[in-house]
T-cell receptor, first 114, second 112 residues
Framework: DTGVSQNPRHKITKRGQNVTFRCDPISEHNRLYWYRQTLGQGPEFLTYFQNEAQLEKSRLLSDRFSAERPKGSFSTLEIQRTEQGDSAMYLC????????????FGDGTRLSIL | DQQVKQNSPSLSVQEGRISILNCDYTNSMFDYFLWYKKYPAEGPTFLISISSIKDKNEDGRFTVFLNKSAKHLSLHIVPSQPGDSAVYFCAASPNTGNQFYFGTGTSLTVIP
């Protein structure tokens, strides 16, 4: 069990640029989640995949955000035309199939918009 | 609308004593509850969970209590150790969905 891996750990970019983050879940987990966390807050749900299907999206996920999970393995989260308010920690988590399974988190990607 | 609330931003406890962290929720559809621990620059680490059919779950020094009528859960750490110093998040999930709702966290400091 190598855990959930996220890359890059840090991303600094100018406002208006596009950024893409990658998440590699625990290999036997079929469920994958993206969260956003800002200072002083808990993680906020963005979107959820079961295998390659994106099954839930939060209203926090504006049309500038897109997530994919081709082949049901790794996932990418892209933010287009970044804004100052996008600065946050972006966390990925995965869980095993079945009910009442805990989510296991990666160490996140910290995004800073200049 | 914060559906999971941790009203104490911080807590300090002497080493060896009990730490009690509290969490309240508003959504009666929540049926699975978890506690996570987070160190700086790391992602949250799963600690312990409880489903709504139970009122207590124990794992070593960690015990979670659930009071469904009060919509309240708590995490007890006995005995507290300096390595327990971290931010603790409670989270809840409804039986009809897959997303977890997190509280804002409680920063625990265990004083040697």
């Amino acid at each position: 069990d190598t855990g959930v891996s996220q890359n890059p750990r840090h991303k600094i970019t100018k406002r208006g640029q596009n950024v893409t983050f990658r998440c590699d879940p625990i290999s036997e987990h079929n469920r994958l989640y993206w969260y956003r966390q800002t200072l002083g807050q808990g993680p906020e749900f963005l979107t959820y995949f079961q295998n390659e299907a994106q099954l839930e999206k939060s209203r926090l996920l504006s049309d500038r955000f897109s997530a994919e999970r081709p082949k049901g393995s790794f996932s990418t989260l892209e933010i287009q035309r970044t804004e100052q308010g996008d600065s946050a920690m972006y966390l990925c988590a995965s869980s095993a199939r079945g009910s009442n399974q805990p989510q296991h988190f990666g160490d996140g990607t910290r995004l800073s918009i200049l | 609308d914060q559906q999971v609330k941790q009203n104490s931003p911080s807590l300090s406890v002497q080493e060896g004593r009990i730490s009690i962290l509290n969490c309240d929720y508003t959504n009666s559809m929540f049926d699975y509850f978890l506690w996570y621990k987070k160190y700086p620059a790391e992602g949250p680490t799963f600690l312990i969970s409880i489903s709504s059919i139970k009122d207590k779950n124990e794992d070593g020094r960690f015990t979670v209590f659930l009071n469904k009528s009060a919509k309240h859960l708590s995490l007890h750490i006995v005995p507290s150790q300096p390595g327990d110093s971290a931010v603790y998040f409670c989270a809840a999930s409804p039986n009809t969905g897959n997303q977890f709702y997190f509280g804002t966290g409680t920063s625990l400091t265990v004083i040697p």
